[in-house]
């Protein structure tokens, strides 16, 4: 299947800080990507729609203004959470399609730690 | 009342076993359907992908869509302990937006 790699697969950073996660597709263009945050023992939940070369499409209930998309090139969206809180602390993941039917991909995801 | 039910277990089974896990949803314009398999502080991985209603088998895992019911199952027959893992379904309008379930979490006993 498709590959998408995620970056780092874990971090702590001080709470007030801000933190960058990458999320690219190896081996298919992905004009589109997905981030979504995974609570333990809870189901994946939708956070925004990252789309090349314009704004990302943010869930209700998501700040755009805390939880910053750039999605540059269609191999690279990148998730910045900014001013991280203990709150914030999550699983990240990221997800790209292929094209066509839609079967998503998804990255290793990335363990954040805001102490 | 969630788009997507999925019970979270735990199920435990001897190796061997044949497992069923299984979704519920109220959504009538899902479409497409998936399952993922998840190991602890990974990424999900794709195991299943149908359209439709209809069965798909891919060596041990056959996959089953029921939408009179909206009713979706995913069988494991000869079950592993390397499949110990959660379980994911997921579902699309076809509109790349996936509703997952919570995930069932699955442990296989040697």
């Known amino acids: 299947g498709a590959v998408v790699s995620q970056h780092p697969s874990w971090v702590i950073c001080k709470s007030g800080t801000s933190v960058k996660i990458e999320c690219r597709s190896l081996?298919?263009?992905?004009?589109?990507m997905f981030w979504y945050r995974q609570f333990p023992k809870q189901s994946l939940m939708l956070m925004a729609t990252?789309?090349?070369?314009?704004?990302?499409?943010?869930e209700q209930g998501v700040e755009k203004d805390k939880f910053l998309i750039n999605h540059a090139s269609l191999t690279l969206s990148t998730l910045t959470v900014t001013s991280a809180h203990p709150e914030d602390s999550s699983f990240y993941i990221c997800?790209?399609?292929?094209?066509?039917?839609?079967?998503?991909?998804f990255g290793q995801g990335t363990r954040l730690t805001v102490v | 009342q969630k788009e997507v039910e999925q019970d979270p277990g735990p199920l435990s089974v001897p190796e061997g076993a044949i497992v069923s896990l299984n979704c519920t949803y109220s959504?009538?314009?899902?479409?497409?359907f998936m399952w993922y398999r998840q190991y602890s502080r990974k990424g999900p991985e794709l195991l299943m992908y149908?359209?439709?209603?209809g069965n798909k088998e891919d060596g041990r895992f056959t996959a089953q869509v029921d939408k009179s019911s909206k009713y979706i199952s995913l069988f494991i027959r000869d079950s592993q302990p390397s499949d110990s893992a959660t379980y994911l379904c997921?579902?699309?309008?076809?509109?790349?937006?996936?509703?997952f379930g919570t995930g069932t979490k699955l442990q296989v006993i040697p």
């Open positions: 997800s790209a399609w292929p094209g066509g039917p839609p079967e998503a991909f």
């Open positions: 081996d298919f263009q992905a004009t589109t």
């Open positions: 990252s789309n090349e070369g314009s704004k990302a499409t943010y």
């Open positions: 959504n009538s314009a899902f479409q497409y």
């Open positions: 149908t359209y439709s209603s």
């Open positions: 997921a579902m699309s309008a076809g509109y790349q937006k996936v509703t």
